[in-house]
């Protein structure tokens, strides 16, 4: 039954471009909520090595919640999952990546691990991740930074692709294919 809801609710999803595909861990949500603008940046899907490097900079567990801002089709945090056991939850605002997000997350096994929302990400919750990752880009980032360091508990890692966060130096820099930056929120 929980197959043919999943289907049926695909079906409808893709009638309504507005609609919000959820997967919770116990099943899939619809909930109408308007795109309210267009994306801050294209999607370019992170190489699997560079999600692997991501993730391992950032010491994920299997007590992790990973966040991925902008998580176009949701290999971060499906691969948090798979790989590590961490709960994940991806955050886009186009409704086509959070659909595409969330079958690749039922596809590889892990959609009762994982949440895909909706969202503007300068608008929503992450207070409750343990590790963020990011790609996007300079800008973003520092217009992210105030609210990652003033929202994130202290010890939450947050690791990025590619680019920085202006003057907040990183704990850590690895090259792979490209940079990748860790930093460790602060104690307040």
Known sequence: MPRLFFALSLGLATLWSSTLVIAEP????????????????????TPPEVVDVMLQMAGVTKDDIVYDLGCGDGRIVIAAAKKFGARGVGIDIDPERIKEATENALREGVADRVTFLQADLFEADFREATVVTLYLQPEPNLRLRPRLLAELKPGTRIVSNSYDMGDWQPQQVMDVSRRVFLWVVPAR
């Not at 116990?26 to 899907?45: K, Y």
């Open 26 to 45: 116990l099943g899939l949500v619809l909930t109408e909520r308007p795109q309210t603008r267009e994306p801050d940046v294209i999607f370019v899907p």
